[in-house]
């Protein structure tokens, strides 16, 4: 029998880190169809960034209906726990950060590709961050190749900014998302206040026994960023004692969050 069924049987489900709600209720209905076949009791969710009004730079009242939409959702199905979506480009959006975590959203993220999120761009999410104990998830590559996203984070930026803030909860997203992912993982090996999620459509073999090896198993938190199927399918197969593959499906999240 499959991990996350006898996690059923114990009256126990799986902690989702990372996942994305929609403006189309279709889309979110299907996702909570997904999320009960998979035994998912809980889903730390924040918009589609893809749904919101410009993908390189989402103006202030785009950004304020996809936490709207985050929050009527979280208030409709219990699965649900809001986590605040900015453009970090944007100042003004720190005092809408703070209006939802207010509202008691759980954490402040995915911190999308729209400039590094270092210094300056970073400081006043972080001290927020800060204030109200709460992690900040943040998107992520791991590629081996030339891109023009230079606004995007790599495993060595989530370095920097760990040293900067090592009182705060930092979560790196998608560790199966491409690239040289074991290179990622060896780089925040040091970094204790950074953990990974494992969300991503690459189906490599090893990603999980290699973070378990490097990292230990409590740094390590089962997220789908919505392919529920293939993150399963990755916990099932990594060869761990069903122990750890509980620590990541469930455990450990609840750590990060305090929730």
Known sequence: MYVFEKLRQKGKGVIDAHAHIYFNDELNN?????????????????????DLDNP????????????????????????????????????????????FLREGFAGIGEIYRYGKFLGKLAEP??????????????????????????????????????????NIRIIMSHISGGGDWEYAIRVIKNMSNVYIDIGGSVVDMGI????????????ILFASDNLIPQAIGRVEDAKIDEDIKELIY???ALKVFKD
């Open 30 to 50: 299907n996702l909570l169809k997904l999320a009960n076949i998979f035994n998912i009791e809980r889903m730390y969710v924040s918009i589609y960034p893809f």
């Open 56 to 99: 390189a730079n989402p103006s202030y009242k785009s950004v304020f209906e996809g936490n709207m939409k985050v929050l009527d959702l979280c208030k409709k199905h219990s699965i649900f726990r809001g986590m605040v979506f900015v453009n970090h480009l944007d100042v003004n959006q720190v005092d809408m950060a703070e209006k």
């Open 125 to 166: 999410f972080m001290s927020l961050a800060k204030e109200y104990d709460v992690p900040v998830l943040i998107h992520t590559a791991h590629r081996l190749y030339p891109r023009g996203r230079v606004g995007e984070m790599d495993s060595n930026d989530i370095v920097k900014l760990a040293k900067k803030w090592p």
């Open 208 to 219: 999980i026994e290699k973070a378990v090896e490097i990292l230990k198993p409590h740094r």
């Open 250 to 252: 469930a455990e450990n």
